[in-house]
């Protein structure tokens, strides 16, 4: 007796699709998928004044044309660090060969998003008092989870590694002393890795799903892509004191390509059935589009004022629709996302010529709600409370430290595995519903460099 290829895979392509969709979050970095993690500086005052507060090489990151505002040659290089966290409790339960419901999996588990490390690195070049020239580095996706391995989601997933690193060249053109554009050109990649427990069905007649309780198969995907993309802002120096930004991102398409394997035993009328398969996918993906506006004032020589909005279109996503070498082995997970909105306002304070202090509140919407919540994706609508300090060593040289606190709302998951499309019926229901509440927080800590050459 053996599995058969369609539906034994089709549990593990999923996974797959799976890996896209983390791809696309972050349980603490912000709201959705996203890192902003790219400026010690911006996370001070919770990123607002982002695209309108030229206040280092950090900005290119944030809107290309304000790095005709940034002082000399200069260079920008830090890390953020994604402490460990995260509280989740709740179970499965699947029908038995009986029919009769069962607990797969069950409990609490906690500190599942591991700590992580966040770098950036930003240059700007003046080549003469209107053209500037940029090159940065930054990390705009990523998520880090780790479950314990008996946690009560483990068949929907255990282990997601999502890795990204953004190249961005700029250009800025200042057209005048209070206006600039800017464009920037993104080479992005993406490597991610995810495991998680898997079940089965039997070749029999009719057919016989295999529940997980009677499964040990361990599930594992890896998959890398490459996207090009676009972004282009402006700057507008509206008046001595006070600076209008706006920026634009285009969207990335990416074409995931990677490896599904399954090794171990599931037992079905006490014979032990071996597992050992492999198999090629691919998935086409279309980052939303994002755009922001900034204002930054400067109240007198001592204090600044901050503010930010910024809308992603996340409505663009409504499914993952993953393609096997083997049509038989495609499949499919539903995905109910809608646009949001992420508001922060901020304020610096020039204590003394070599010190300045920050502060920050951002409102960061979330696309995931109770209705779409997954073991992959356990976001939700989130505060950040920041601080931060800039030490201005000598004219040339500059430390920024900053700290996060961001304390997500409570959320509540049920999740059941789906049928590609034409398949029938819609919903696996052998393989059950993992249900629960998730309840996270993390805190944060960066630091950056700035030198000015």
């Not at 120096?237 to 490896?259: A, H, I, N, P």
């Not at 997500?408 to 999740?415: D, H």
Request: overall charge negative; charged content about 20%; proline content about 5%.
């Amino acid at each position: 007796m053996a599995f058969c290829s369609r539906q034994r895979v089709a549990v593990l392509s999923p996974l797959f699709a799976a890996m896209a969709f983390s791809f696309h979050s972050s349980t603490a970095q912000s709201a959705g998928y996203g890192i902003y993690e790219n400026s010690a500086g911006y996370m001070g005052t919770a990123f607002a004044g982002k695209a309108s507060n030229p206040q280092d090489a950090s900005i290119a990151a944030n809107n290309p044309a304000g790095i005709a505002y940034v002082e000399g040659t200069q260079i920008s290089v830090g890390s953020a660090v994604i402490f460990e966290g995260g509280e989740f409790e709740g179970q499965h339960i699947a029908p038995n060969l009986q029919g009769q419901l069962e607990v797969v999996a069950q409990g609490k588990t906690k500190d599942f998003q591991s700590t992580t490390l966040v770098p950036f690195g930003h240059f700007v070049i003046p080549m003469n008092e209107q053209l500037s020239f940029g090159l940065s580095g930054y990390a705009p996706y990523g998520i880090e989870l780790d479950y314990d391995k008996s946690w009560a989601g483990q068949y929907f997933g255990n282990k997601t590694s999502v890795k990204t690193i953004n190249i961005q060249g700029t250009v800025s053109y200042k057209f005048q002393e209070d206006f600039s554009v800017g464009f920037g050109l993104i080479g992005s990649y993406v490597k991610g890795e995810l495991t998680q427990k898997s079940s089965g069905t039997a070749p029999t007649d009719p057919p016989i799903s295999i529940p997980p309780q009677n499964a040990n198969i361990d599930a594992k995907v890896d998959g890398d892509a490459e996207a090009i993309g676009w972004t282009v802002g402006a700057l507008w120096r509206v008046r001595e004191q006070t600076y209008l930004g706006l920026s634009y991102f285009s969207q990335l398409d990416f074409k995931l390509k990677g490896d599904v394997a399954a090794n171990g035993t599931a037992t079905l009328f006490g014979q032990t059935l071996p597992v050992n398969e492999k198999s090629k996918a691919k998935l086409d993906i279309t980052m939303p589009e994002k755009a922001a506006l900034s204002l930054t004032h400067h109240l007198n020589d001592e204090w600044t004022l901050m503010a930010d909005a910024t809308w992603t279109r996340w409505s663009r996503f409504e499914e993952f629709y993953v393609r096997a070498d083997n049509s038989d082995l495609s499949s499919y997970i539903p995905i109910k996302w809608t646009d949001v909105w992420s508001w922060s306002f901020g304020a610096s304070w020039q204590v003394a010529p070599e010190w300045k202090l920050r502060a920050g509140y951002m409102f960061d919407q979330s696309p995931v709600d109770d209705k779409n919540r997954t073991a992959r994706t356990p976001d939700a609508d989130r505060n950040w409370f920041t601080l931060g300090a800039n030490w201005k060593a000598d004219p040339k040289f500059s430390i920024d430290l900053s700290y996060a606190y961001v304390s997500l709302k409570k959320g509540k998951v049920s999740e059941t595995k789906h049928n590609p499309p034409g398949d029938s019926p819609e919903v696996v229901e052998s393989y059950g519903t993992f249900t629960g509440e998730y309840n996270n927080s993390s805190h944060i800590v960066a630091a950056q460099l700035n030198y000015i050459f």
